[in-house]
């Protein structure tokens, strides 16, 4: 499977020995993390590190709603890979992201799927609207239809 250029920001991000599995690929759940590794680079580049003692932690404080992803082409080595990521819907409270887990040089998608989070109220644990600095940096992230 190859890629198809869309909106969003593609993110560098290592494959390490451990996240391969006993067949020497890397393990299905290893794929989260990676998404995962993508979204805090992205982030902290930007100031919104989370880390709980800077001041934008709570405007980030959300929670996994649903995850689902799609396998196509195990990666069977460690070294650089990409995670091609976007938002497909920004609510009041949530946000929709889609994803591409690629080759380094962007050639094959290794897998794709979506991820749904809420911002919660870090005193109430109940969802929470962003506020509009929040808003106004995710959007840069929203898809745009080609």
Not at 1 to 18: A, K
Not at 109 to 134: I, K, Y
């Amino acid at each position: 499977m190859t890629t198809t250029l869309r909106s969003g920001h593609i993110q560098p991000v290592q494959i390490h020995f451990d996240d391969l599995d006993a067949m020497g690929v890397v393990h299905n759940a290893r794929y989260v993390l990676l998404l995962e590794r993508a979204l805090s680079g992205y982030w902290a580049e930007r100031g919104w590190s989370f880390d709980p003692a800077l001041p934008h932690f709570a405007e980030i404080f959300f929670v996994v709603r649903e995850f689902s992803i799609t396998y196509h082409v195990p990666i069977s080595t460690v070294g650089e890979a990409a995670v091609h990521f976007w938002l497909d819907r920004m609510g009041t409270t949530s946000v929709v992201y889609g994803f591409r887990v690629l080759s380094a040089d962007h050639t094959v998608v290794h897998a794709e799927g979506r991820r749904v989070q809420v911002r919660l109220d870090p005193a109430t644990l109940r969802p929470s609207p962003m506020s509009e600095p929040l808003r106004d940096s995710l959007r840069q992230l929203l898809a745009v239809t080609p």
